[in-house]
């Protein structure tokens, strides 16, 4: 039934019941579904069968077989980076030495390819789903129906299992700007798989596959250094070499560190900041132009604006009812501006290297249980709630409190944010892409030691070893220009009144 003349407010709470029917699922531009029977198949997109399974798809969505043996074994779905170093394009096969196929193996060769994707293992009796390192191709489950989908949308509804509405209202959503926890999602009998696990579909059960067990700090923090350095640069190299990208560059670390190990492209780079007249956005205005003036490079601003009401209701049914991010939603516009023929690459992921979980006075054996973990990110200990984190406590395979607040980072702060809003913007860019995205990268920044971490010596280290005139520019602090001049003034005067009051 069409209710797209229904609209709800933007005050509204989102429940997937409120949106259902607002929009056609073709809308779900980027998006998939994996059945295990055969459904509709949204006007317009792809298919294809495989073992009884049936993956349906928006066609501008890349998909393409895994193969072991000369056998199809599976689907590689999304934007992948081979080992190599390689835009995966085409069908890959796999030289697998074991049989019947160990999935211990394939884990190993798996774990070689970045990027943003989710990789289907068919084999009869035993198939499995894994998202990529941060889960940024957002994927849904419902066992009931035997069904994994990128939207709630693409999920035929059940009789007596309709909305979380308990779940939403403690979360505040939207107007809180809380994150679905531990794979939960706003409709009953639907969750997200979070990354470092992958979906049993078989028993449609979600089990964790890395780590195994405790992650050992490296003895010299330069050999990690060099890791991620190396992972970054052949991640964006794998895009360049199939033509020019647009690049995300903020005020910010992470964004730097991939200019970084990028400077050998950059002659196909355009960097690209978007502008908010917030905290957050001033400095970013303020420092990336000065960063591309200064070194040559080829640079756009966009400006950032309120989305109008219809904008903003397909941005919540695009997103899954998920993603409560005011800042986002002031991207809608701004994003449509990005080049519809090139694939924009995005920081998002390198914030990991700074433990920014972590509260200042943590160590490895500072006492962590279900209701601080909560607490810390401030999210509701609804019984419901409470009773996941107190699962996934009892089964995190680490013993060290900040390596457990870096995994809770990765699977809930990545996968069920991350992962579900890039989904609302899908006319922005060709694609996009994660290049921290990447397991390697995520073991080397977890594997650096803890006050390399907190003193944020990542980024440091990484400019000087790849691009060090990059270090001469402020991170997150305007001082360019008559508003850096402003900011300093105020800096100052802040100074000279701590020291009159003593």
Request: proline share 7%.
């Amino acid at each position: 039934m069409d209710r797209s003349d229904v609209l709800p407010t933007k005050e509204s709470a989102y429940l997937p019941s409120r949106y259902e029917g607002l929009f056609d699922e073709s809308d779900l531009a980027g998006q998939f579904r994996l059945s295990a029977s055969r459904l509709d198949t949204p006007d317009g997109w792809s298919e294809r069968s495989s073992g009884g399974w049936h993956l349906v798809h928006d066609p501008e969505l890349p998909v393409v077989s895994i193969r072991c043996r000369g056998a199809e074994a599976g689907w590689l779905v999304g934007y992948a980076v081979s080992p190599e170093g390689e835009l995966v394009q085409t069908d890959v096969e796999w030289t697998v030495k074991t049989d019947p196929v160990d999935y211990g193996e394939i884990e190993q060769l798996l774990c070689a390819y970045s990027g943003r994707y989710l990789a289907m293992f068919l084999f009869q009796g035993d198939a499995r789903l894994y998202p990529d390192a941060m889960g940024s191709l957002g994927s849904l489950f419902c066992a009931a129906h035997r069904i994994v989908a990128s939207s709630p949308f693409l999920i035929p509804s059940i009789p007596g299992c309709g909305d979380r509405v308990g779940l939403v209202e403690a979360l505040g959503i939207p107007g809180s700007q809380r994150v679905y926890p531990f794979g939960l999602t706003p409709r009953e009998s639907v969750d997200y798989v979070m990354p470092n696990h992958y979906l049993d579909l078989e028993r449609w059960q979600v089990v964790r596959h890395w780590p195994t067990e405790d992650i050992t700090y490296a003895k010299d923090p330069a050999e990690m250094v060099q890791v991620i350095a190396a992972a970054l640069r052949k991640n964006v190299g794998a895009l360049v070499r199939d033509g020019a990208v647009q690049m995300s560059l903020t005020a910010g670390r992470d964004s730097r560190m991939i200019l970084a190990c990028s400077r050998d492209f950059v002659d196909a780079i355009t960097l690209v900041t978007f502008t908010i007249n917030d905290d957050a956005g001033r400095p970013d205005r303020n420092v990336a132009p000065r960063i591309a003036r200064k070194l040559g490079l080829q640079h756009r601003l966009i400006r950032g604006s309120r989305p109008s009401e219809p904008d903003l209701t397909r941005w919540v049914y695009r997103t899954g009812c998920i993603v409560d991010e005011p800042r986002g939603q002031r991207l809608i516009r701004a994003m449509a501006q990005l080049d519809p023929d090139l694939p924009y690459v995005l920081g998002t992921g390198g914030e990991l290297g700074r433990g920014t979980y972590w509260l200042p006075g943590d160590d490895e054996a500072t006492p962590l249980g279900a209701e601080d973990l909560l607490r810390r990110k401030n999210t509701p200990r609804c019984p419901e709630i409470l009773d996941r984190a107190r699962r996934w406590m009892k089964t995190v395979p680490v013993s060290s409190t900040l390596a457990k607040l870096d995994l809770f980072q990765i699977e809930r702060g990545m996968g069920g944010w991350n992962g579900f809003l890039m989904y609302g913007f899908p006319d922005s860019a060709k694609y996009h892409f994660f290049p921290y995205s990447d397991r390697r990268i995520f073991e080397a920044m977890l594997r650096l030691p803890p006050e390399y971490r907190r003193e944020r010596r990542l980024a440091n280290d990484v400019i000087a070893s790849t691009w060090p005139e990059l270090a001469r520019f402020p991170y997150n602090e305007a001082t360019f220009g008559l508003y850096g001049a402003y900011r300093g003034l105020r800096r100052a005067a802040r100074r000279t009144l701590k020291r009159q009051n003593g």
